[in-house]
């Protein structure tokens, strides 16, 4: 009845995305589930590949990354479930791992369509995101059936993207935010210097995730 085709995005809608995430709910858990099963059974056959790609792997332990953006309808309004849903599978499944989010602010898509529209949607996702952070549980369940167990947080840790550097340098194109996320996620499985002391200051910063900030 609103005109929109769910296979082209939310419409920069994001209750709707929330509303389409518990339509489909049993279809995106089941997915899930199954990738992470995929990924335990064949990580010990891929290891000679990941190793030829400069790549190192822990046995066992599980890395999943959720990443969108703040400004549309379709990652704005379903990332928390996601999130939500990842730590609750990793649980499930007796899983050492942990769950983090990327997610790219609305500066790098003002010159889309609906420019008042991107910038509300990213408040709208920064404000729940900080509520969550701080241990407010924004789902109970998707289904009424589910028994699975739903942390009071999201995610381990979230890294906030833009397009605006900290020397105000700054790029209108959408695919050099694209580029810059891929080159993060290719360097944070190596084991060179910036990705093993990335690694070792996150460690240490986990005491300061005990309580809220003062």
């Known amino acids: 009845n609103l005109g929109i085709d769910p296979s082209k995005g939310a419409g920069q809608i994001r209750a709707l995305s929330r509303l389409y995430f518990f339509d489909k709910y049993p279809m995106i858990r089941d997915k899930v589930r199954d990738k992470l099963e995929t990924l335990l059974s064949n990580i010990g056959a891929r290891a000679e590949r990941l190793k030829r790609l400069g790549l190192e792997i822990e046995p066992g332990k599980v890395r999943v990354v959720i990443t969108g953006s703040a400004a549309g309808g379709t990652g704005s309004g379903s990332f928390l479930d996601m999130g ?15 769950v983090d989010l990327y997610m790219v602010l609305p500066g790098g898509f003002v010159s889309t369509t609906n420019p008042d529209r991107i910038q509300a949607n990213g408040y709208a996702a920064l404000m729940e995101l ?6 407010t549980r924004l789902v109970k369940q998707w289904n009424a059936s589910d028994n699975l167990s739903i942390d009071a947080r999201p995610f381990d840790d979230v890294y906030i993207v833009d397009n605006t550097n900290v020397a105000m340098a700054k790029t209108s194109e959408q695919e050099d935010i694209y580029e810059m996320l891929s080159d993060v996620f290719f360097t ?19 005491q300061h995730k005990i309580r809220a900030y003062s």
């Open 188 to 206: 944070d499985f190596t084991s060179q210097d910036f990705a093993n002391r990335k690694r070792s200051v996150a460690v240490n910063q986990n």
């Open 130 to 135: 900080e509520t969550a952070l701080r241990g």
């Open 84 to 98: 939500y849903l990842a730590k609750a599978i990793l649980k499930e499944k007796n899983v050492d791992g942990k």
